[in-house]
């Protein structure tokens, strides 16, 4: 059975922590991971990683996945008040057609 | 720019009952999904669609049933509610090999 882990499950840091959040994965014809930043309502994209071992990055905010582990990070640095959210990864499989496994996601909360 | 659109945002029905939640995309995407999102268990897939005129089932298909008429749509519908269907209501919309993109969500509860 496909399935993707988060960890940790929350986390409770001060403006300018980092902070590594992680994501393993056993999706079956894995194509893709991708991260999530979900706020009070509608997910919105971060990243999409294919490929091991190159990094992603946008801001503060940065990115790796490694296929031969089957896990991916999610690296934020300098937190801010702002970064608080629930981190969702999820893995894209091709088995059948095109679905996404999500995780339960990570709750970060960051306080000033 | 739209992009996803749900409707309504918030519902309350009485068990039995049945509704439909509507979900329109203006991106002219091929796929579309339908999650529910609950306390600890992440986004979990109901159905989705790869075409006008195709559905499938995801991973918790039981009690619901969807409907792709027009590429642009996407209808979730309950036929007799119950409440263990509270829940937020996710739809997504992508290209092949794309992220997706969500709408706001459609908090239903269930009494």
């Known amino acids: 059975e496909d399935k993707v882990v988060q960890s940790p499950l929350s986390l409770v840091v001060h403006e300018g922590d980092t902070v590594t959040l992680n994501c393993s994965y056993e999706v079956t014809n894995f194509r893709s991971l991708l991260w999530y930043k979900q706020e009070k309502k509608a997910p919105t994209f971060l990243f999409m990683l294919t490929s091991s071992g190159i990094e992603k990055k946008s801001g503060r905010l940065s990115s790796i996945l490694d296929k031969k582990e089957l896990f991916s990070i999610l690296n934020i640095t300098a937190t801010q008040t702002g970064d608080s959210a629930i981190y969702l990864c999820?893995?894209?499989?091709?088995?059948?057609?095109?679905?996404?496994?999500f995780g339960t996601g990570t709750r970060l909360k960051v306080l000033a | 720019n739209a992009g996803v659109t749900q409707t309504p945002k918030f519902r309350v029905l009485k068990t039995g009952q049945s509704m439909t939640l509507l979900c329109a995309q203006d991106?002219?995407?091929?796929?579309m999904y339908w999650y529910r999102q609950d306390p600890g268990m992440g986004l979990r897939l109901i159905h989705y669609s790869v075409g006008e005129g195709t559905t499938a089932k995801g991973e918790v298909p039981d009690g619901y049933n969807v409907s792709r008429l027009k590429k642009q749509n996407f209808l979730l519908g309950l036929e007799s509610a119950a409440p263990s269907q509270t829940s937020v209501y996710f739809c997504a919309s992508s290209y092949v090999n794309q992220p997706q993109h969500f709408g706001d969500g459609t908090r239903l509860s269930i009494l």
């Open positions: 991106m002219n995407h091929e796929y």
């Open positions: 999820a893995g894209r499989t091709t088995s059948g057609t095109y679905k996404y496994i």
